[in-house]
C-alpha cells in the first residue's frame, strides 16, 4: 500500500490495485468452489450389464432348453403308450399258436370257431372252451357270462391274453360272430366247425 493513497471521507486509507488484478477471495481459473454444487447433467450413463449377470441368463436358458426337451419326452412317451396299450392286435386261433412266442403275455383279439363238445361251465362265471381256427386249436379261460348267442359251431372272438408261457389264453369278454353273414364277409378267417349248423 502507497502512502500517497487518498483519504476517504471516513479518513481511512483507500488501497489502489491495478485495474487487472483479481479481487482478494477470487479462486484461480479452472478451480470450482466446494459450496456450489454443479448443474444437473440429468440421470448417470448406464452401466454395461455385468458379466455374471449374462452368464446367470445363459444359465437359465439352458436349464429351460433341458426342462422344455424333458416334458417334450415324457409326453411324446405318454402318447405312444397309450396308443400302443389301445391297439388290440387280432389274431386266429392258427396266427395265434403261430406267433405265440412273439405275443407273449400282451393282450389281442382271438378269433377261432368254438370246439363242439370243448364248453364246459367250471363254476361262478368262468367257462372253459377251445377255438379253432385251420385246424389248430387254442384251449380259452374265459371269466364272465358268455353272450346268449354263445354255443358251440359259432364262430366267436375272445379279448385277452396267453397266460404264462403255456397255450391256455385267458379272456373276459366272448363276442359272437353272427355266422352267415361273419363268414360271407370273410371266408378266409372262420369257418363253422364241420358238421356244425351256424
Known sequence: MSIDAPMGTTGRLIERRPADAEPPD???????????????AG???LRAA?????????????????????????IGFLVYKGLTSAIVFFKTANEAVAQRSQLGNSDFQLEGTVVTGSVHHVGGDEYRFA????????????????????????????????????????????????????????????????????
Open 131 to 198: 377255438v379253432e381256427s385251420s385246424g389248430i386249436a387254442v384251449d380259452v379261460q374265459n371269466t364272465g357270462d358268455p353272450p346268449q348267442m354263445f354255443r358251440p359251431g359259432l364262430p366267436v372272438v375272445v379279448v385277452g391274453h396267453f397266460v404264462g408261457s403255456g397255450d391256455v389264453f385267458a379272456s373276459d369278454q366272448i363276442m359272437v360272430k353272427h355266422s352267415q353273414a361273419y363268414i360271407a364277409a370273410h371266408p378266409g378267417r372262420v369257418k363253422p366247425a364241420s358238421g356244425s349248423s351256424p
Open 26 to 40: 477470487a479462486e484461480p481459473p479452472g478451480a470450482e468452489r466446494a459450496d456450489v454444487e454443479p448443474p444437473d
Open 50 to 74: 455385468p458379466r455374471r449377470r449374462r452368464q446367470a441368463t445363459r444359465a437359465q436358458r439352458r436349464r429351460m432348453w433341458v426342462v422344455g426337451v424333458v416334458i417334450v419326452g415324457a
Open 43 to 45: 440421470p448417470p450413463p
